[in-house]
């Protein structure tokens, strides 16, 4: 027997999308959101360890416009593009990107 479920997440957006996010989802809407997980800990008053794990957005994709079918994109701005150049002596190097993991390779 098929069951809908939904599921809430915490998600975080900064800069342009966070303003984007701000003025145009509301409570109940449908919205895809790509990006990555991010767990952050600390204590709290009575010194107890907390945790909590939160989406944060490279990417929204509104769904369900006014529009009917169309739906709408935003993606966090690249700030490296725009960047003074540095000297190539100063200049970090960045890091290797890893190869693609295909589904053989994941545990469960």
């Not at 701000?22 to 952050?40: C, D, I, S």
């Not at 800990?41 to 009917?68: C, F, Q």
């Not at 966090?76 to 990107?97: D, G, L």
């Amino acid at each position: 027997m098929l069951q809908e479920d939904t599921e809430f997440h915490n998600c975080v957006a900064w800069r342009g999308l966070a303003d984007i996010a701000e003025q145009y989802m509301q409570k109940g809407k449908k919205v895809y959101v790509e990006g990555y997980l991010k767990t952050r800990s600390w204590d709290d008053a009575s010194g107890v360890k907390r945790y909590k794990t939160e989406v944060v957005a490279d990417n929204v994709i509104l769904l369900g416009s006014a529009g009917g079918n169309s739906s709408d994109s935003y993606s966090a701005p690249n700030f490296e593009e725009s960047a003074p150049a540095e000297p190539a002596q100063t200049r970090k190097s960045k890091p290797k990107v890893e190869e693609e993991i295909s589904i053989e390779d994941i545990p469960f």
